[in-house]
């Protein structure tokens, strides 16, 4: 079975213009570029704010216990719901967590992380 990460960077607005400019010129040149996946931060003391320990916990619950829907996630974390959706509802916001809306007689919106690994980078 294949990992797949999602990779967290630390760079400054200057470095992330710098590889955005770099992408955009291989693009007018007609240059393949690689399809990159991840979420940048312009320090680590942003990344530890929103990185929590819980939060990190939640992607890890998911990912273990495979909850069905917010509601499951809470009780398996022992969580209030409403906090625990406002943490789910952040993450998938930063591109951490996929949700998935079913409809099997009550509406209920289920949390995914579709990979095994974060990754961090920080450049020196």
Known sequence: MRVKNIKISIKSDKELFEEIKKVTG???RGEKVKKHEGISFDNLETMRKILTDERIKI???IKKDNPGSIYELAKILHRDTKNTFDDVKFLSEMGLIELRK?????EKTTPMVKYDKILLEIAV
């Open 26 to 28: 291989k693009l007018e």
């Open 59 to 61: 992607l890890k619950t």
């Open 102 to 106: 079913t409809k099997n007689g009550r």
